[in-house]
């Protein structure tokens, strides 16, 4: 989404400012959430070099400020990371939009979802608050059979916003149903949205 407007530069990713984020997080009023990876990944290849989530994590973990990391890395399941991992203050979504490493390769640069969907189910069977988080849902790119048989126990569903860009990315997709136009983007109807979401009993709707 940065990209696109001219706003990333992925060859030279700018590197947040750890002494900037602790004072943030300082300033911050007791009882505080913070989301880790809006705009971008905070588990980018680069967090493996400069570790600068890792560093903002102990310093929320210090303030007792909890956490919620939106990634599509499988890198918060790695030892050190869960050597940091406070259980009292982090929440962990990890995004799988199709099941396929091949299929999923020619759209996202990003771990494997086969590597993501291992690192959910370690960190689970740590007892940590984590989910898979399906973002976008789109059914023509989701096995249902094979993702109800993951045993993963919480599924968070956003679901694809269409627009001309977006069309661009995803091959395969019947956009003809993304009918309800809103906020510069045409969106499935309500009634598409809930029948889909049956089809995964752990889903909460995030964003229908």
Same mark, same amino acid.
């Given at each position: 989404?940065?990209?696109?407007? #001219?706003?990333?530069?992925?060859?030279? $990713?700018?590197?947040?400012?750890?002494?900037?984020?602790?004072?943030?997080?300082?300033?911050?009023?007791?009882?505080?959430?913070?989301?880790? #990876?809006?705009? @971008?990944?905070?588990?980018?290849?680069?967090?493996?070099?400069?570790? @600068?989530?890792?560093? @903002?994590?102990?310093?929320?973990?210090?303030?007792?400020?909890?956490?919620?990391?939106?990634?599509?890395? /499988?890198?918060?399941?790695? $030892?050190?990371?869960?050597?940091?991992?406070?259980?009292?203050? /982090?929440?962990?979504?990890?995004?799988?939009?199709?099941?396929?490493?091949?299929? @999923?390769?020619?759209?996202?640069?990003?771990?494997?979802?086969?590597?993501?969907?291992?690192?959910?189910?370690?960190?689970?069977?740590?007892?940590?608050?984590?989910?898979?988080?399906?973002? $976008?849902?789109?059914?023509?790119?989701?096995?249902?059979?094979?993702?109800?048989?993951? #045993?993963?126990?919480?599924?968070?569903?956003?679901?694809?916003?269409?627009?001309?860009?977006?069309?661009?990315?995803?091959? #395969?997709?019947?956009?003809?149903?993304?009918?309800?136009?809103?906020?510069?983007?045409?969106?499935?109807?309500?009634?598409?949205?809930?029948?889909?979401?049956?089809?995964?009993?752990?889903?909460?709707?995030?964003?229908?």
């Amino acid at each position: 989404m940065l990209h696109f407007r #001219g706003l990333w530069d992925a060859a030279h $990713p700018r590197v947040a400012d750890i002494e900037k984020v602790r004072r943030k997080i300082r300033s911050l009023p007791s009882g505080s959430i913070i989301r880790l #990876g809006g705009m @971008t990944d905070c588990f980018q290849p680069c967090e493996l070099q400069y570790r @600068t989530t890792y560093q @903002t994590i102990q310093e929320m973990n210090l303030c007792r400020v909890s956490y919620l990391i939106v990634t599509k890395s /499988a890198l918060p399941a790695a $030892p050190e990371y869960l050597e940091i991992l406070d259980k009292e203050l /982090a929440h962990i979504q990890i995004t799988v939009t199709c099941l396929d490493d091949a299929q @999923t390769a020619q759209f996202e640069k990003a771990s494997p979802p086969s590597q993501r969907i291992r690192a959910i189910q370690a960190l689970q069977a740590e007892g940590y608050d984590v989910a898979i988080r399906l973002s $976008p849902i789109i059914e023509e790119y989701m096995d249902f059979d094979k993702l109800n048989d993951l #045993g993963i126990e919480r599924c968070v569903v956003e679901f694809l916003r269409v627009n001309s860009w977006i069309k661009q990315w995803f091959r #395969g997709v019947d956009f003809s149903k993304y009918t309800v136009r809103q906020g510069g983007y045409y969106h499935l109807p309500l009634k598409e949205k809930q029948r889909i979401v049956e089809k995964n009993p752990y889903s909460a709707e995030d964003n229908l």
